[in-house]
């Protein structure tokens, strides 16, 4: 199994520093922040993702999932202090700190689907659902979805998610 060791040694070290996504926040700009930090972070997954490497979706998902559950200490940020983090930040956080949310779990699994996409044309079709349950009228959780064949597979390691969600908006990773 991965672990936050093997992946850490071959990043540079995270600088601890933090950014605000956006002093009064929206629904909007956390879902825009999540989609320019998959961008912006995608070379970093690049160091690391062939550790998480296999052409099965569903043993790729499966790794991931229980990477995360198994390392990365869940936390919910307030709604005052949203961030995106590179992948490092984001082990150091969950593993080392006071924990990650639903949005870096995200982040990082879509990181190393994007990346192993990339690197080794494993063309899976991924995308992030940003979602509400109970009749919500805003999106205000997220995880990734993965096309197995003609099954969604739903990549949510956040502690007590599940259930159907009844407000669904797809972006593409």
């Known amino acids: 199994m991965v672990t936050p060791e093997m ?3 071959r990043l540079p070290p995270s600088l601890g520093e ?3 996504i956006k002093e009064t926040q929206y629904v909007l700009d956390i879902v825009s922040e999540v ?4 961008k912006m972070f995608g070379s970093f997954y690049d160091q690391f993702a062939d550790l998480f490497y296999n052409r099965n979706p569903g043993i790729v998902t499966d790794n991931l999932y229980h990477f995360c559950k198994k390392y990365l200490r869940y936390f919910e940020q307030p709604k005052e202090w949203q961030s995106s983090l590179m992948p490092q930040g984001i082990i150091e956080l969950g593993y ?14 879509a990181g190393v689907l994007g990346s192993l996409n990339r ?8 995308r992030y659902l940003f979602v509400g349950y109970g009749g919500a009228k805003e999106p205000y959780h997220v995880y990734v979805s993965v096309r197995d064949r003609e099954n969604d597979i739903w990549l949510d390691p956040t502690p007590g998610s599940g259930g159907t969600p009844t407000l669904i908006v797809e972006k593409p990773i």
């Open 35 to 38: 989609r320019k930090a998959h």
């Open 7 to 9: 992946v850490l040694s």
């Open 96 to 109: 080392q700190g006071n924990g990650v949310d639903c949005k870096h779990y995200s982040l990082f699994c």
């Open 18 to 20: 933090y950014q605000l």
């Open 119 to 126: 690197l080794y044309n494993c063309c899976f079709v991924a």
